[in-house]
C-alpha cells in the first residue's frame, strides 16, 4: 500500500522528528536524496549544466543543498533566485562555497541546461506559480533539459490535488517522507512525472491513517475471494445484474462478462437483454421479469444501459443487499433511496455523473476530483468510485478511512462500454463478500491492470478484451514475483 498524507499531517511529523536531530539535518537528508536523483537521471556528473529555481522556503532551501553536493561533483550549478533577499541563507551559501553562482540571465542558463531543478515551491505553495516564475517554469519545459521537482511540482495544491492557476511540468519529483495528494489525484498528479519517494525518517512519526492509500498488487490479491472446500455457487455469492435495455442490449453483455470475472458464484441477469446475454453466456442465469422476483442475490448492479428503467432502480435500492448503481441508474436514482438503506451502496460515478448528482459543473468536478468524490459520498450516505484518468474511492465515514487511489489506470481504458464491464466486476466482489471500498477499489485495480495488459505497448482495447483479460489481472496480482506493469504510454 502506498499512502499519502495532509500538509498537516507531514508538518506535524516534521516537528516531531527534528526535536530530535541536529539542526538542519533533515534538509540535509532530503537534499543527499535529492542530489542523489538528480545524479542518476544525469548519468555523468561531472560537466553537466544545473539550474535551480529556488522560491523563498525551505523548498528552494532543499534545491540549494541539492545544487552544492552536484557542484561539489563537478557540475556546473546556477540559482535563480524567484525572490531574491528572501533566498535560503544557509542553502545559498552552501552552493556559493561549493563552486555555484547564481545566473546572470536565468533564460539563457535555462536554455542551455541539461537539468532544472524545481525549488520553487513545495508543500507551502499556494495559488498557482506566480507571474514571474511562469515564464521560468515555461522556458524549464521548452528546454533540452530534465525537470526534476522537488517535493512537489511547483503551483500544485499539496492536499487536494488541484492545479489553480499555471504549475510546472516535471518529469520526475523527488519527495520526502511521504507522498502527498497531489502526487497520487489529477489533475495535480499529471505535472510530478515519476515520483521517487526519498525515506527521510518520517515514517514512524506519521498518524497511522493517511489522507489517501493506493493499492499495489498484494493488497489487491490479500482482497480477492478466494473459494473454499466446502463452497457451492451460493455461498460464493450471487450478483444480480439490471443493465442494458432494448437501446442498449451491449450494456448488458458487458456488464455479465465483467460479473462472471469477478468471483462471484453465479451472475443472475435480469432485464430486456436476457437473450442477448444467455446467447454469449450460457452460464449465467436470466430472467426477463422484475428484478424482485428474479431470486435471491448477495449483491446487486443495477444502471449500465437501462435508459428509463426507473422502477428497476428503485426496486434494487430497496432491497436489503449491497447494491452498485451506475450509468443510468445515477441518473434515475432519488437521494433518499440511497440514503435510507441499510446496506452499503457503492455509486460509480464519471466525472459528468458526479457533477450532476452534486449539482454543479463537470469542469467543477474535474478541477477538484478528491472534494468531490469526498462530498458525494457525505451527501449520499454512499460510498462513492469516482472514474476517471485517477480513480478514486471515498467512503461515507466522514474521512476517518484514506480514499482509495487507483494507480492501476490507462488512457486506452477511455472506450465504451469499459465502465459497464467494471460494475459488473466489483458487483460481483460485492456478492463475494468484500465491503464497498475494497469491491469498488480491487475491481478498479483489476480492470485497471487487464486494460494495461489488453493494451501492451499501444494496442487500442475494446471492452470486451478488457474482460478477457481480467482471469489473467487476478493472475497478475497473485504472482508473487509478477512485476506491476509500468506506466502505459500515452496513445
Ligand atoms: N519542514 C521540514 O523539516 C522539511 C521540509 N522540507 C522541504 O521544505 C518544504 C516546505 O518548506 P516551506 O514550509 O518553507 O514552504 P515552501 O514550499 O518552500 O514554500 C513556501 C514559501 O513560498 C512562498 N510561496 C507560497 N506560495 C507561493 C507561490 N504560489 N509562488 C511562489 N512563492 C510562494 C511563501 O512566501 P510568501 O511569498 O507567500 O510570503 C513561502 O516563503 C517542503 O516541501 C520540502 O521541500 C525538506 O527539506 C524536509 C524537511
Ligand atoms: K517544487
Known sequence: MRSAYTVEAVRHAEAQLMARLPEGALMQRAAAGLAAACARVLGRVYGARVVLLVGSGANGGDALFAGARLARRGAGVTAVPLAPGRTHPAGLAALLKAGGAVAEDPFDA?????????????IGGHGGLRPDAVPLARAARGSNAVVVAV?????????????????????????????????????????AGAVHLVDIGLGGELPSVPALEALQHADVARMLPLPAAESDKYRRGVVGVVAGSARYPGA???????????????????GPGAAAVIARFPECLVSTGRPGEAGRVQSWVVGPGIGEMREGVREVLASDVPVLVDADGLRLLEASEVRDRTAPTLLTPHAGEAAALLGCAREEVEAGRLAAARELAARYGATVL???STTLVAAPDGGRSPVRVNPMGTPWLATAGSGDVLSGLAGSLLAAGLGARDAGSAAAYLHGLAARLASARGVPLTAQEVAAALPAAWRGVRDPHGDEPPEPDRP
Do not use: Q, W
Not at 489553480?164 to 489529477?186: I, N, Q
Open 110 to 122: 535555462l536554455a542551455g541546461a541539461d537539468l532544472v531543478v524545481d525549488g520553487i515551491t513545495g
Open 386 to 388: 469516482l472514474k476517471g
Open 151 to 191: 517535493d512537489l511540482p511547483s503551483g500544485v495544491e499539496a492536499d487536494t490535488g488541484e492545479v489553480p492557476g499555471e504549475a510546472l511540468r516535471a518529469d520526475l519529483t523527488v519527495t520526502f517522507g511521504t507522498h502527498k495528494p497531489a502526487l497520487l489525484v489529477d489533475p495535480a498528479r499529471e505535472y
Open 252 to 270: 448488458a453483455v458487458l456488464a455479465v462478462a465483467g460479473a462472471l470475472r469477478g468471483g462471484a458464484g453465479a451472475v443472475r441477469y435480469v
